[in-house]
């Protein structure tokens, strides 16, 4: 609107100009107020212009703050972003220790049933030793029986041969009565066993089946040695005599190393060889 005015109040000059002086006074008065406007105009348009440039300020200043905002928010984007990939290479890593931890845990499981294993292993072992600690032991004291039977038997030997008396063996296989007859010729007869210690004697140095002086010929089921004295010990195999066929009435030792028991009765026609004592 004052710029209006200052334009209308030009033109208004220009046509007292051209009517002549006796205007020219009310011009000069019209000229004054003109230029008392323009200079309120020119205050105005710097006002307005130093608004404006407040105003261009202040937006430069916004959007200074606004990029400075938006690049601060894009960094911790990125820092974020950076977390989150660092987070998942901890996860990625985290797997691997969950699957290295599982691993060690079926090792340790393993390794716990083989544990077990071992100490039930152990057990028996202890279980067997002490078995054959007993057995140790069992044989020990067998052992010093033996010995001491050895001894005894060794004293009896030792009788037997202050009295004359030996063992001989027939060379030849014949049968009951040949090998008696064997023996007859060579100043004996068929051995008499008659104690535990002579049969273990008689059992150390044969090696094959042997006649022995005991039969029972003149009558079934009475054994009588050839001195005629009656049977009083036998050393018999298991099931024995049992007169298999109806005439074994003929006594043989039979070689055995593992039990004390090795006789059998047997037909006194067969051919073996016998055991003398002089």
């Not at 220790?97 to 390794?111: A, R």
């Not at 010093?144 to 001894?151: A, C, G, H, I, R």
């Not at 030792?158 to 004359?164: I, P, R, V, W």
Request: aromatic letters at 6%; a negative charge.
């Amino acid at each position: 609107m004052d710029l209006e005015a200052i334009y209308e109040n030009v033109e208004r000059r220009d046509i007292q100009n051209t009517t002549g002086p006796q205007t020219q006074s009310h011009g000069q008065d019209e000229g004054k107020g003109l230029k008392r406007r323009g200079s309120r105009c020119l205050v105005l348009i710097t006002v307005g212009l130093g608004l404006i440039c407040v105003l261009l300020l202040v937006f430069i200043i916004l959007q200074h703050v606004t990029i400075t905002a938006e690049r601060d928010l894009i960094k911790s984007y990125k820092n974020t972003v950076e977390e989150l990939n660092q987070t998942i290479n901890s996860l990625d890593n985290c797997t691997d220790l969950m699957t290295e931890k599982h691993q060690l845990q079926n090792n340790f499981n393993s390794l716990s049933q083989k544990k077990l294993e071992l100490e039930t292993r152990v057990k028996d072992l202890t279980a067997e030793k002490n078995q054959l600690q007993g057995n140790f032991n069992s044989l020990s004291q067998k052992k010093l029986e033996l010995e001491s039977k050895v001894t005894s038997l060794s004293e009896e030997l030792k009788k037997e041969a202050s009295k004359g008396g030996c063992f001989f063996m027939s060379s030849e296989l014949k049968s009951w009565s040949d090998s008696r007859q064997y023996c007859m010729d060579r100043g004996g007869d068929f051995v008499i066993i008659n104690t535990e210690e002579k049969q273990r004697h008689i059992s150390s140095f044969t090696t094959e089946r042997v006649w022995i002086g005991l039969s029972d010929r003149e009558q079934e089921g009475i054994m009588k040695w050839v001195d005629n004295s009656p049977l009083k010990q036998g050393f018999w195999f298991k099931g024995e005599p049992n007169n298999s066929g109806g005439d074994e009435d003929c006594i043989e030792l039979n070689y055995n190393r593992e039990t004390l028991n090795s006789w059998n009765d047997r037909s006194c026609s067969n051919k073996i060889k016998g055991i003398c004592e002089k």
